[in-house]
């Protein structure tokens, strides 16, 4: 349990030293049972010199299996799934094409002025064990010299370890790989 906290901890320091506009959090630290799985529930901020706007979002990358329909969020907001971005155009996040990636967008009407808790943004998922990841995040600046411009960050979050049927295509590349680079092994040997 101990472990679990301090890996929290880091998770919500790093973000904070990333300056991330939109900080999603797992909250307690750990995934609750429930049925069919573990319910991932992510407690969400808004930095204090940031607005949400309709269009902005957060992705987490990189999450793996989860449970359809099993999403949550507050009102204004919606969710989606894809195996790549949905990415803000001025950060890199680390992202494995084949892990699942979970996107929530603002679809609200009026804005949210930071420092403000968006609320709590959940989806069930098929394990309870934890792994560090990339999200990433876009916003508006809402003062200072660049006020009204948008501000892409990322940071570090919690999630899911993926099941290895999310990773069976990977293993398969690389055991190809390693097998091409076998009979010139064995050509030089003779």
Do not use: H
Request: hydrophobic fraction near 40%; include cysteine; proline fraction near 8%.
């Amino acid at each position: 349990m101990r472990r679990i906290f301090v890996f929290a901890f880091i998770s919500v320091v790093a973000a904070l030293i990333a300056r991330a506009d939109i900080i999603p959090t797992l909250s307690p630290g750990v995934p609750a049972p429930t049925s069919g799985g573990f319910t991932w529930n992510y407690a969400t901020n808004v930095t204090v010199d940031q607005t949400v706007n309709p269009g902005d979002f957060f992705t987490i990358y990189d999450f793996g299996t989860i449970v359809a329909n099993s999403n949550s969020q507050p009102a204004g907001w919606t969710f989606s799934t894809s195996l790549t971005g949905t990415n803000p155009s001025l950060v890199i996040p680390t992202d494995n094409p084949s892990i699942m990636n979970l996107t929530w967008t603002y679809t609200g009407t009026t804005p949210i002025n930071g420092s403000a808790f968006l609320g709590n943004f959940a989806v069930v998922a098929t394990t309870n064990q934890l792994r560090d990841s990339d999200f990433a995040a876009e916003a508006t600046r809402n003062s200072g010299p660049n006020a009204g411009t948008k501000i892409d960050n990322v940071g570090r979050v919690s999630v899911p370890v993926p099941e290895m049927s999310a990773l069976v295509p990977i293993l398969s590349l690389c055991g190809a790989v390693a097998l091409s680079g076998l009979p010139s092994l064995l050509r030089r040997r003779k």
